[in-house]
């Protein structure tokens, strides 16, 4: 296996399982949800987050986003302050 693309892939598991670990201390916080995203300023379409290294919120209708952030709860901050 090309050694470039299996470090990519192992970059990308790694952000999923940051990204669970994340979700897993809020749930175990009983912080969820801590803050939502609103809808799209946009189009009103329903926002979510992507995780590829850091996090961002999307809108799944426009693709609308933030900037990334290390925390889900900065970008859907970031988001509700309409950035
Ligand atoms: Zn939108």
Do not use: Q, V, Y
């Given at each position: 296996m090309d050694e470039e693309l299996k470090n990519a892939i192992i970059d990308e598991v790694e952000n999923i399982e940051y990204g669970l670990a994340q979700l897993k201390e809020m749930l175990e916080k009983e912080k969820i949800p801590p803050i939502m995203p609103e809808k799209?300023?946009?189009?009103?379409g329903i926002a979510g987050a992507q995780l590829s290294g850091s996090v961002w919120i999307e809108c799944r209708k426009c693709g609308l986003q933030t900037k990334g952030y290390n925390l889900v709860e900065k970008a859907i901050e970031a988001w509700n302050r309409r950035v």
């Open positions: 799209c300023p946009c189009c009103g």
